[in-house]
Structure formats: C-alpha cells, structure tokens
C-alpha cells in the first residue's frame, strides 16, 4: 500500500493529520511567545543611562511604565558604598528602631479617622525604641530574644553628610509634573532601609515614583501591578493601614489563588530597582541588608492633590438625610464619567434593585474594602442596618434641592471629572477614586462611620 503522508528528506513519513498538529503547535508557541513579550511576565534589566541630561534616566524609566531592575550602576563611585553594619555602627550616633515578635512589619498612617473607633482600629505589632548606632546594627545581624529589629527614614536622620553629590540626586529623581494648574516641582526625598534576615515590608502601594537602592547584603521583592487591587483587597484610605492590602500574600493559600502569581526581583549590592508609582510590593530581607531609595512625587499623586482641594459643593444646613442623597447623585456622575464599567447581571447583595455600573463600583471598591472589618465588629452594626436606607436617593434630587442647585452641583462634580480622567492607567484611576469616595462619606457621616460603611452597601 502507497504511504499516505509525504517523505521527507531522511525518510521519515508525517501524516496530514501530523502536519497540521506540527503546524498548531508551533503557532501556539509563537503566540505564547508574542504575548509574553507584550505582558509583565518578567521584570525588565537593563544597564544604568548616563547622559548630559540628568533627568534622562528617569524619563526613559517611566516610558517603561513597569518595574526594572537596572545594573552597572554608579554606586561604587559613591561613599555608600562602603556602607556595612560595622562601619554605619561606628558613624551612625543613634537610630529610632522598630522592635518587634513579628517578621512583618506594616506601616501606619498617622491622622487616620479610625483611630478613633477601637472597633475599626489595629494596635501596632511593635514598640519603637531610640539605640546606639553600634548596638542596632549589631542586634540587625544577631537574634536578640527573638525580636526583629527594622528601621527607615529620611536621609538626614543618619546625620551623615556627604553621602553623593547633588547631580547624582538629581539623576536619581523624576522630571516635575504638570497639572491643571501648571507644571510643578516634583519633591524627592531620599530615605534609608535597614533590616535583619527575614523582616519584610507589608505588602503596599506607593503614590510616588521609587527607586530603590541595594547597598548591602539581598532582598526579594514580589510585585503586582495596580490592576491587582481587588485581588489584593485595600483596607480602607481612612484607615490606619491605608496603601496596604488584607490579602497576606506570603500565605501559600493566598499566593496560590493569585492569578497571575507576584512578579519576582533579587536584589543585590550595586543594583537599583524602579518601582512604578502604585505598584504593590512586599520586600524581604533575605539577609542583614542596608539600601536606600528616592520618592519622586508622581503626577497622579499631584492630580488628586487638586482634587481634595475642590470644595464638595454641598451645604452644611441640608441636614444629614439630604447630604446623604446628594451625594449618592455625585459618587454616581463621577463614576459614570470617569470609569467604564459594565452593569453587572445582577448583585450579591441584600439589596435587590438593579445596579448600575455606578453601583456596582461602590460595592466592589469602596465597601468591600470593609467587609472585613464590618464582620468582626457585627454586633454593633445590626442596630443601624434597618434604618439606612432613609439616607438613599430613591427620587430625582431636583425634586429635593431643586434644579438650579442640582445644576450647581453637577458642573462642580465635572470639574473633579476632569482632574480624574487625567489620572492614568485607569487601576490607578479606579484606586484613586475609591479612595475620594471614602473621603467625601466621612465629610458627610463624620463619626457615624458605622452608618457610613453601611450606606456604601445599600444606597449603592
């Protein structure tokens, strides 16, 4: 019987069926290949840019728009170099350290309302403690009682001087930004990190532009970009862990439901890593480490500057019902100007009117962020429950303030509009706008924070 494939060179037959299967495979890894090179699937390297123009190098940074870890770097030229536990001991007069059982160490945002409402709040993990110089840096490279020993802070606190130059700062800061208001100054602040083997910086978002600094020993960094914030779970901006997520991502569990899983970085001496402004990240130190990093202030932090300014255009003497529902109608328009969302088929929430695309960002963004903390504090919500919903809009607000007010409080709710849009990618718009949205219902509620939370979820 004639074979029914075609022979090729050595002999060897393929069938159509072969072919075609050949054919498929290597289209699948064409594709593969082409969308992984269009993805973050990997963090860039590249070497250090020097050029005449001492913002250069941050320019061409954020075209990249996603971390990069840059190489060949000038550090060795710089007296941080010759940075060590041994030597910072003896140059360094004192240190305000964190002191703490636990590895982990969060962030707490200072002036935060929730302070206040022991049912909302956390208690920090750690003491703060003033050592010597020469008695930190030797508990960073000694267990001391089973204690981790972590600080951070502005340059200036070291009381060190000559550290590099100013045209060296100069490159490693970010051009200024412009707003509506006209181009600005970007502020850079340049900052210290010390930690011992296995302190890890919670996992968080900066609003800055970041360049971190590696000077002595490793650290791992796990990113993920802002479109990961839902997955990530934000506490809420008004609370004292504002920028940080309730998702742990060094939980295997947690990692493991993490679609796609963190992007990771090794950093070692004389590398710097860009982080992009309000990418996450969580940083281990896998051994004693000493780096340093430069905060640029990003045009999206600049923008929502403007935007907290704006006057909420809204007046005390309407009483709390009213201001509840006119600001139903503002969250609304400024959501459906700003954001494109689909509405959703139906809501996973007792409130069973058809949501909107409006809607359905408040629930996601806004008050998800406190269905954690509404679960461990049930009790002292289940008396407010019943009464909220006097506080929706279930008729035109014209028909409330009147058309010309309601006219008012449109063109000022496009203003801010405006602001928003100019506030790209738009995860960094999404995360923005959650958190203004916050900021308006403590304006409104002020102490109710309870009434506030759960008006969120069923105004909404």
């Known amino acids: 019987m004639k074979p029914s494939g075609t022979k090729c060179g050595g002999g060897c037959t393929f069938s159509r069926l072969s072919r075609w299967s050949l054919l498929a495979l290597i289209a699948a890894i064409f594709v593969k290949e082409l969308l992984k090179s269009n993805s973050y699937d990997s963090v860039l390297h590249r070497k250090w840019k020097n050029d005449s123009d001492p913002l250069y190098m941050a320019k061409w940074l954020m075209e990249?728009?996603?971390?990069?870890?840059?190489?060949?770097?000038?550090?060795?030229?710089?007296?941080?170099?010759?940075?060590?536990?041994?030597?910072?001991?003896?140059?360094?007069?004192?240190?305000?350290?964190?002191?703490?059982?636990?590895?982990?160490?969060?962030?707490f945002a200072v002036d935060k309302p929730f302070e206040d409402f022991p049912e909302l709040s956390v208690q920090k993990p750690y003491t703060e403690v003033v050592l010597s110089g020469e008695s930190f840096f030797k508990k960073l490279e000694q267990s001391s009682n089973g204690f981790y020993y972590y600080a951070s802070g502005s340059i200036e606190l070291l009381g060190l001087s000559n550290l590099f130059t100013n045209a060296s700062l100069k490159r490693l800061s970010f051009p200024s930004t412009t707003t509506s208001s006209g181009e600005a100054e970007s502020v850079s602040q340049v900052n210290f990190w010390f930690g011992g083997a296995g302190v890890t910086a919670y996992t968080h978002y900066d609003?800055?532009?970041?360049?971190?600094?590696?000077?002595?020993?490793?650290?791992?960094?796990?990113?993920?970009?802002?479109?990961?914030?839902?997955?990530?779970?934000?506490?809420?901006?008004?609370?004292?862990?504002?920028?940080?997520?309730?998702?742990?991502?060094?939980?295997?569990?947690?990692?493991?439901?993490?679609?796609?899983?963190?992007?990771?970085?090794?950093l070692s001496p004389g590398q710097a890593l860009y982080?992009?402004?309000?990418?996450?990240?969580?940083?281990?130190?896998?051994?004693?480490?000493?780096?340093?990093?430069?905060?640029?202030?990003?045009?999206?932090?600049?923008?929502?500057?403007?935007?907290?300014?704006?006057?909420?255009?809204?007046?005390?003497?309407?009483?709390?019902?009213?201001?509840?529902?006119?600001?139903?109608?503002?969250?609304?328009?400024?959501?459906?100007?700003?954001?494109?969302?689909?509405a959703p088929a139906r809501s996973t929430h007792s409130n069973t009117r058809p949501l909107s695309s409006s809607s359905s960002f408040v629930r996601d963004s806004v008050y998800v962020r406190y269905e954690g903390l509404l679960a461990e504090a049930g009790a002292t919500l289940s008396s407010s429950v019943d009464d909220i919903h006097v506080y929706c809009l279930n008729t035109?607000?014209?028909?409330?303030?009147?058309?010309?007010?309601?006219?008012?409080?449109?063109?000022?709710?496009?203003?801010?509009?405006?602001?928003?849009?100019?506030?790209?990618?738009?995860?960094?718009?999404?995360?923005?706008?959650?958190?203004y949205i916050e900021h308006l219902g403590f304006r409104i509620?002020?102490?109710?924070?309870?009434?506030?939370?759960?008006?969120?979820?069923?105004?909404f």
């Open 64 to 107: 990249f728009g996603r971390p990069v870890v840059l190489t060949d770097t000038p550090f060795d030229t710089w007296n941080t170099s010759k940075w060590s536990p041994a030597s910072l001991g003896k140059a360094v007069p004192r240190v305000l350290s964190k002191k703490g059982r636990e590895r982990v160490f969060k962030y």
């Open 207 to 266: 609003t800055s532009h970041n360049l971190h600094m590696m000077v002595y020993g490793k650290k791992q960094f796990l990113l993920f970009p802002p479109s990961h914030h839902l997955k990530l779970g934000l506490y809420p901006s008004l609370h004292q862990l504002y920028r940080q997520v309730q998702v742990d991502i060094l939980s295997s569990s947690s990692v493991g439901e993490l679609d796609p899983p963190p992007y990771q970085v090794t």
């Open 275 to 342: 982080i992009p402004p309000y990418w996450f990240h969580c940083v281990v130190s896998l051994e004693t480490s000493l780096s340093l990093n430069v905060w640029s202030d990003s045009l999206s932090f600049r923008l929502m500057e403007e935007v907290y300014a704006q006057p909420i255009p809204f007046e005390e003497g309407w009483g709390l019902v009213t201001l509840a529902r006119a600001l139903q109608h503002m969250v609304e328009a400024l959501v459906g100007s700003t954001l494109s969302l689909p």
């Open 396 to 435: 035109p607000l014209g028909q409330v303030l009147g058309e010309q007010t309601v006219r008012y409080i449109d063109k000022r709710t496009h203003e801010i509009s405006e602001l928003l849009l100019k506030v790209e990618p738009d995860s960094v718009r999404e995360i923005n706008l959650a958190n």
């Open 445 to 459: 509620f002020g102490a109710l924070v309870f009434e506030m939370i759960i008006y969120f979820r069923e105004c």
